[in-house]
C-alpha cells in the first residue's frame, strides 16, 4: 500500500526562478494538503483541498504560491517566483474527509533558493 | 496570532524519567488533538490523539491528559527512552475548520542514555 509520495526530494532553484513541486496522495484520500516546515516558523498550512475542491489557500502565501488538484491522485504546488526566504521542506499530507482521520505526510521536498 | 501553543521548546531528560510536554489552545470550537511525532530527517507521523469526550488516552508509555476547563493538554512519556528523542507536535482541529489541522510550534525531546 504506498504512502504518500512526493518528488523532487530536493530542489535548488535561483531566486527569481519558478519550480513545481508534486504530490501524490495515499489512494482513497481525499483531503490533500501542503505544508511548509521551517525550524523558526514551524508546520506552516499552505493549501487544503477536499474532493479537488480549494477548501484553504493560506492566506499570506497566495501571492507566490499557487496549489492545484487537477485529479484526486495528484496535486502540484508552484512557486513563482522563488525568494531564498522559501528556503524550507515542503510536506504533502493527505487523509480520509472524517475529521478524526490521521494526516500522512510525504517525505517532503528539501527547497534551497540561492 | 498562535492558536495552539507548546512547551517548552526544547526538552533534556535521562533515560527511565517521565517526560511531560505542555499544549494548550485558544480555540474553544477545537474538539480534536492529535499529537504528532517527527524523528530527525523524516516527516511527522500520528502517535496519539485524544478528542473532547475523553479526559485521558493511553497508548502504552504515552498518555495525554486534557483539562477542558482550561484548555491545557500535556503528553506524558513513562520511562523515557534514547529512541523517544524527536520532535512533538500537538495540533488541534474542529468542525469549524474545516477540520484542518493547526499545529503548535513543537517540543524537541532528548533522552540521554
Known amino acids: 500500500d504506498a504512502g504518500v509520495t512526493q518528488t523532487p526530494r530536493h530542489e535548488v532553484a535561483e531566486k527569481g526562478q519558478t519550480i513545481i513541486l508534486k504530490c501524490e496522495p495515499v489512494s482513497g484520500h481525499n483531503d490533500l494538503f501542503w505544508y511548509r516546515q521551517t525550524k523558526i516558523q514551524g508546520l506552516e498550512l499552505l493549501s487544503y483541498f477536499r474532493s479537488k475542491s480549494l477548501m484553504e489557500d493560506g492566506g499570506a502565501f497566495k501571492d507566490r504560491f499557487k496549489a492545484e488538484m487537477l485529479n484526486s491522485s495528484f496535486s502540484t504546488l508552484k512557486i513563482q517566483p522563488t525568494e531564498p526566504k522559501d528556503s524550507a521542506v515542503y510536506l504533502c499530507?493527505?487523509?480520509?474527509?472524517?475529521?478524526?482521520?490521521?494526516?500522512?505526510f510525504g517525505p517532503g521536498t528539501r527547497l534551497t533558493v540561492l | 496570532q498562535q492558536q495552539v501553543r507548546q512547551s517548552p521548546q526544547s526538552l533534556t531528560v535521562w533515560e527511565g524519567e517521565t517526560t511531560i510536554l505542555n499544549c494548550s489552545y485558544e480555540d474553544s470550537t477545537f474538539d480534536y488533538f492529535p499529537w504528532y511525532r517527527q524523528f530527525p530527517g523524516k516527516s511527522p507521523a500520528l502517535l496519539i490523539a485524544?478528542?473532547?469526550?475523553?479526559n485521558k488516552k493511553e497508548d502504552g508509555r504515552f498518555t495525554i491528559f486534557f483539562n477542558k476547563r482550561e484548555k491545557k493538554l500535556s503528553l506524558h512519556i513513562t520511562d523515557s527512552q534514547p529512541g523517544d528523542s524527536a520532535t512533538y507536535f500537538c495540533a488541534a482541529s474542529g468542525s469549524s475548520g474545516s477540520w484542518q489541522l493547526i499545529f503548535g510550534s513543537g517540543t524537541q525531546l532528548t533522552v540521554m542514555p
Open positions: 485524544i478528542s473532547l469526550v475523553s
Open positions: 499530507a493527505s487523509s480520509l474527509p472524517r475529521g478524526l482521520d490521521e494526516q500522512y
